[in-house]
């Protein structure tokens, strides 16, 4: 079941993949408001409609936990540390959780994390622009995990510290900003 709700901020390097729950949730409609939509689907064809609707061409897959880098804790906690960097892509991008678990914290308008806690057939739509990060949960430490593209995947991710603007960031800020 997915749980939406605001971050409590008290994480630190070594407790960051706990749930952090503050105790206030989140209800879905505050998250579209932002341009972030959760759906459940649990059958390939409503997935595929989906894609299809937005115009999605390209995706892939990724299994995440220590397994996938054979034990290397070192490098996986790298990856783990990548994503949980703040940061944004420049197009819309779609996560589908095909096991395991998972947290997507977004940014809102007023610059507080909003954490959405994914398990399987979970499916969350991350406007471009939109600052976020990404951590497997403490519980499960796995998750898998399709990601749609609306073209070719598009890696770059524009780290926060960069404090770089493009045209995809100003443009999300228009959108937020005009439906506020
Ligand atoms: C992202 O955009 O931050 C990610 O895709 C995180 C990993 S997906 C399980
Ligand atoms: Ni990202």
Redesign the pocket.
Do not use: C, K, N, Y
């Given at each position: 079941m997915v749980a939406i709700y605001y971050h409590d901020n008290l994480d630190t390097p070594e407790n960051f993949t706990e749930d952090h729950d503050s105790g206030v949730p989140v209800p879905e409609d505050r998250l579209a408001e932002i341009g972030v939509f959760y759906r459940y689907i649990d059958n390939m064809d409503e997935l595929e409609q989906v894609a299809k609707d937005r115009d999605y061409k390209n995706r892939d897959q990724?299994a995440?936990n220590l397994d996938t880098f054979k034990g290397d804790q070192s490098a996986f906690d790298a990856k783990m540390a990548q994503?949980y960097k703040e940061?944004y892509?420049e197009d819309e991008?779609i996560?589908y959780i095909l096991d395991g678990e998972?947290f997507f914290d977004v940014r809102d308008p007023q610059d507080r994390w909003i954490r959405a806690k994914l398990n399987k057939n979970d499916l969350l739509v991350?406007p471009a622009g939109i600052y976020?990060?990404?951590t497997l949960s403490k519980r499960l430490q796995y998750?898998k995990?399709m990601?749609l593209f609306k073209d070719e995947p598009k890696w770059e991710?524009i780290n926060r510290d960069e404090g770089r603007d493009t045209e995809a960031r100003v443009e999300y800020l228009r959108s937020v900003t005009s439906a506020a």
């Open positions: 990724i995440l994503f940061h892509h991008e996560r998972g991350l976020h990060r990404f998750v995990a990601r991710a």
